[in-house]
């Protein structure tokens, strides 16, 4: 996988005052800024909701009608902001083994992808519009044209980017992937009429040929479901594409899924302010000096912040900057500290408020509170079985260090109490009713930036304002446009039987409940490595829920299952996305971590394992 802002490799070939060039900065800043200002207005709209509900005693019922409006606006805008700064999720392996020349080609294949599957759902996206004209919203009275806008315009704005980094690319690359784009088409229009009459037979050639093909090409996941999933329709079928567009705006406009742009800038937040830095600096004054005791404390910030960012790459880089410098004054190895750093993000995987629990609960309609409940015990649980682990490797590199004069650890746990509230603030809110699981991610913002602005003074520049509000907008819209274009994908599978088929297929599985968890943990690690996580549980999930509901299988206890299972083949090389991404913030070469990350990652699966068949650690506190 391509981590966030990750270069085109021979992308560029003209001059930086070029004009396309110029062009291409204009519009990303224009986008840049238009993505800020939707961003900030819905902050503002959730937190004024919360404060007259809770507070005047007064409900708002235009707020959360706003919101919602706003809401696909931010994800169409920040999808764009993704297609323009890269951050689309990409597996790029394949492509990293090719020669640079042949990376380059591979470069504008992607870049062509995407804008195929942009031309394909533009002119549908505007009927789509036409036809939201029919309703009105009951609270403002505004027409659904004012939201469903949003579709059509996040679409041309990615593809006019695209557009413009296409003809900064080599003229023989771009006629060459023109070339080979249109045999494929054509191919699918000429073999239209046998592969309807091949019925089901035909998904593998869409959904495992043509996606596949995508993404190994280094195609952004999304697009790549989309393309494949629009042209399955049009080859088999005589749905619309407007079907797709309509699929890919209910899958973007669940409420739930608005606290994956609140948390991912709260996350922001807490790293801009430097309430991560002085959470860690009190873990490693507390129990540094022990044997593993770096180590632990590695595991306790992962736990803490994992519970206010939900983004286990913002995580990482919140925590290793801080700690890796010591860690390796005190003997420890690059290759136990990445090992550690992964095994600790696959740990946290289930800590609320994390964007899988969010994701699962959206397309599932499980209770969130109870998810955010159920996730703590099973975390814990793995993250004792790792320190077992970090206790045991510690033994021969460890270096005596003394300990912590009890002065300066009540100095730095002093400093870091307004920190260490944050996690009890958001989870009081929702606990006492203030705010939904959904936006009491604004009252951590709020709070982040008064202690941010008040207390640790000097972390936090008003220079930084846009750079985390736009980062916030383009991962966001990237998280989200994933998520419609999985739902479309998955609604298209639907309808073609292949869920009824699954559902058969895996209820047949020996074992009954026991066979169907153990085949669930290994499609889970396969689907986290090479989709990475929210993308596999929003196809899959849908599915598999009620498979295991009537297997007699706790719901609660199934998604604990799979979400780790997921976060196993997230952090799993070689495809795993955020393995990658723990050895670039750690700036250790990938191979050095291969061999050691397998003990970390196997202790996991044990407990994992002790998790499945011990329900109640996901099911008791509930």
Same mark, same amino acid.
């Given at each position: 996988?391509?981590?966030a802002?990750s ?9 930086p ?6 062009l ?15 961003l ?5 709209i ?7 509900r ?6 708002l ?5 706003? &919101? ?5 606006? $931010?994800?169409m ?12 999720m990409?597996l790029?392996?394949?492509v990293?083994?090719?020669s640079?020349?042949?990376q380059?080609?591979?470069? %504008?294949l ?13 002119h ?8 939201q004209g029919?309703?009105e919203?009951? &609270?403002l ?18 593809l006019a ?11 023989a690359?771009i ?19 046998a ?8 998904? !593998? ?11 190994m090409?280094g &195609?952004p ?7 494949a %999933? ?7 079928? @005589?749905?619309?594409v407007?079907?797709?567009?309509? #699929? ?9 899924? $608005?606290?994956v742009p609140?948390?991912?800038?709260l996350?922001?937040l ?8 002085v959470m ?5 004054? $507390?129990?540094?000096?022990?044997r593993?005791?770096?180590s ?12 206010? @960012?939900?983004?286990k +790459?913002?995580?990482?880089?919140? =925590?290793?900057p ?5 860690? #390796?004054k005190?003997?420890?190895?690059? @290759? ?7 095994a ?8 609320p408020? *994390?964007?899988?629990l ?5 397309? +599932?309609?499980? *209770?969130?509170a109870?998810l955010?409940?159920a996730?703590?015990? !099973?975390?814990f649980?793995? /993250?004792?079985?790792l320190?077992?682990v ?7 590199d ?14 730095t746990?002093?400093?870091?109490v !307004?920190a ?13 009713? =203030?705010?939904?699981a959904?936006?009491? @991610?604004?009252?951590?913002i709020?709070y ?6 008040l207390?640790y ?13 736009v980062? %916030? ?7 989200l446009f ?11 599978l639907?309808?073609?039987g292949?869920?009824?088929?699954l559902a058969?297929?895996?209820?047949a599985?020996?074992g ?6 153990? =085949?669930s ?5 396969v689907?986290g490595s090479?989709?990475e ?5 929003v $196809?899959?999930?849908p599915?598999?829920?009620p498979?295991?509901?009537q ?6 206890h199934?998604?604990? =299952?799979?979400?780790?299972a ?5 952090? /799993? !090389? ?12 750690g700036q250790?070469?990938p191979?050095?971590?291969l061999? #050691?990350?397998?003990l970390y990652?196997g ?5 994992l ?7 109640w650690?996901s +099911?008791?506190?509930?």
């Amino acid at each position: 996988m391509a981590p966030a802002n990750s270069a085109d490799p021979g992308a560029l070939h003209s001059q930086p005052g070029h004009a396309l060039g110029a062009l291409q900065r204009g519009l990303e800043r224009a986008v840049e800024i238009l993505a800020a200002i939707v961003l900030v207005a819905e902050v503002v709209i959730l937190f004024v909701g919360i404060i007259a509900r809770s507070v005047l005693h007064e409900s708002l019922v235009w707020s959360d009608e706003l &919101a919602s409006i706003l809401f696909l606006w $931010l994800a169409m805008l920040g999808s764009a902001l993704a297609v323009q700064r890269s951050c689309h999720m990409r597996l790029t392996f394949f492509v990293s083994k090719l020669s640079p020349r042949a990376q380059v080609w591979a470069e %504008t294949l992607a870049v062509g992808i995407t804008a195929v599957l942009l031309l394909m759902v533009l002119h549908p996206s505007f009927d789509y519009v036409e036809d939201q004209g029919f309703v009105e919203t009951p &609270a403002l009275g505004w027409s659904g044209m004012v939201r469903a806008l949003a579709l059509p315009v996040g679409f041309a704005l990615a593809l006019a980017s695209c557009a413009l980094r296409l003809l900064q690319h080599k003229r023989a690359d771009i006629f060459s992937v023109g070339a080979l784009i249109a045999v494929i088409g054509g191919a699918c229009y000429l073999a239209a009429p046998a592969l309807t009459a091949m019925g089901q037979s035909a998904l !593998p050639i869409f959904f495992i040929g043509l996606l596949g093909a995508a993404v190994m090409a280094g &195609a952004p996941i999304a697009f790549a479901f989309a393309i494949a %999933t629009c042209a399955y329709l049009l080859s088999t079928t @005589s749905t619309p594409v407007v079907i797709v567009v309509g #699929r890919m705006d209910e899958g973007m406009s669940s409420l739930i899924l $608005l606290a994956v742009p609140m948390f991912v800038l709260l996350g922001q937040l807490v790293h801009a302010t430097g309430l991560a830095r002085v959470m860690v600096e009190f873990l490693a004054s $507390l129990v540094g000096h022990v044997r593993g005791g770096m180590s632990y404390v590695l595991l306790g910030a992962m736990l803490l912040v994992s519970g206010i @960012s939900g983004s286990k +790459t913002a995580d990482m880089a919140a =925590v290793a900057p801080v700690l890796f410098p010591e860690m #390796r004054k005190r003997g420890m190895q690059d @290759s136990e500290l990445i090992s550690l750093l992964a095994a600790s993000g696959a740990m946290s995987e289930t800590i609320p408020p *994390s964007l899988v629990l969010i994701a699962i609960a959206s397309v +599932t309609g499980i *209770s969130i509170a109870a998810l955010f409940t159920a996730g703590i015990l !099973p975390a814990f649980v793995l /993250a004792i079985v790792l320190g077992i682990v970090a206790w045991w490797r510690a033994g021969a590199d460890h270096v005596e260090s003394a300990r912590a004069p009890l002065k300066h650890v009540l100095k730095t746990f002093a400093i870091s109490v !307004p920190a260490l509230l944050l996690p009890f603030v958001i989870r009081t809110a929702v606990v006492e009713g =203030v705010a939904t699981a959904t936006e009491v @991610s604004t009252i951590g913002i709020a709070y982040s930036l008064i202690v941010g602005l008040l207390i640790y003074r000097g972390s936090l520049k008003w220079n930084m304002a846009l750079p985390i509000l736009v980062q %916030t907008a383009a991962l966001s819209g990237a998280i989200l446009f994933i998520v419609g274009a999985a739902s479309a994908m998955g609604w298209a599978l639907t309808q073609s039987g292949f869920s009824h088929d699954l559902a058969a297929i895996m209820t047949a599985v020996p074992g009954g409940a026991t066979g169907f968890l153990l =085949v669930s943990i290994f499609a889970f690690i396969v689907l986290g490595s090479v989709l990475e996580g929210i993308p596999a549980i929003v $196809l899959f999930a849908p599915l598999l829920f009620p498979i295991a509901r009537q297997l007699g299988i706790h719901e609660i206890h199934y998604a604990m =299952v799979v979400i780790l299972a997921m976060g196993l083949g997230v952090f /799993a !090389p070689p495809f795993g996305l955020c393995y990658y991404a723990a050895c670039i913030i750690g700036q250790v070469q990938p191979e050095v971590a291969l061999r #050691r990350i397998w003990l970390y990652l196997g202790v996991l699966l044990v407990a994992l394992i002790a998790i499945t068949f011990i329900p109640w650690i996901s +099911t008791g506190f509930l």
